[in-house]
T-cell receptor, first 118, second 115 residues
């Protein structure tokens, strides 16, 4: 089945630094990927939709200059948390669509990245 | 608007008990998909089931079963003879054109299964 690889699984960084999270579709091409954030004991909240070769679409309230998304190829999307602060500490998880829009396609999730900003 | 409601925040059961996790959804779409995911303490999301809105057949997979009732906009999940390994957070989710095909998650139900 479709596999999405997400790295790193855990990262601790100092306040003010930037962190890049990668999401790769291993055995399929993903024209669209989604990035979610999950605070402790809360649900997954969609941050942005990443489309290959174009700018990401951010959900309301998500700072696009802080959360930079790049989807340069059909198998890789990256989320960079710039100038991270402790309040950015969260669980970030990506998801990729493995089929055509509207069809009976599946969405495969990465294993998530736990970011801790100290 | 699309919305998924999981009214049960936490459920605690003793091993071997049956437990049902409720999910109620709202959508104006006629074609949509419903999902259940399991999130164990390690954090990854484990896909459990996807249900097309046109398929109201209930499904059973081992100890898991799902009851899709379009008339009440519910998609409940039952674990039979629960086990400690079932302890996790379970999310119900919805996807459809009205939401731009974005997956909308419920708040999740944390299930504790005690030995």
């Amino acid at each position: 089945g479709a596999v999405v690889s997400q790295h790193p699984s855990r990262v601790i960084c100092k306040s003010g630094t930037s962190v890049k999270i990668e999401c790769r579709s291993l055995d399929f091409q993903a024209t669209t990927m989604f990035w979610y954030r999950q605070f402790p004991k809360q649900s997954l909240m969609l941050m942005a939709t990443s489309n290959e070769g174009s700018k990401a679409t951010y959900e309301q309230g998500v700072e696009k200059d802080k959360f930079l998304i790049n989807h340069a190829s059909l198998t890789l999307s990256t989320l960079t948390v710039t100038s991270a602060h402790p309040e950015d500490s969260s669980f970030y998880i990506c998801s990729a669509r493995d089929g055509a829009e509207g069809a009976n396609y599946g969405y495969t999730f990465g294993s998530g990245t736990r970011l801790t900003v100290v | 608007a699309q919305k998924v409601t999981q009214a049960q925040t936490e459920i605690s059961v003793v091993e071997k008990e049956d437990v049902t996790l409720d999910c109620v959804y709202e959508t104006r779409d006629t074609t949509y998909y419903l999902f259940w995911y399991k999130q164990p303490p390690s954090g990854e999301l484990v896909f459990l089931i996807r249900r097309n809105s046109f398929d109201e057949q209930n499904e059973i997979s081992g100890r898991y079963s799902w009851n899709f009732q379009k008339s009440t906009s519910s998609f409940n999940f039952t674990i039979t003879a629960s086990q400690v390994v079932d302890s996790a957070v379970y999310f119900c989710a919805l996807r459809g054109p009205a939401g731009g095909f974005k997956t909308i998650f419920g708040a999740g139900t944390r299930l504790f299964v005690k030995a």
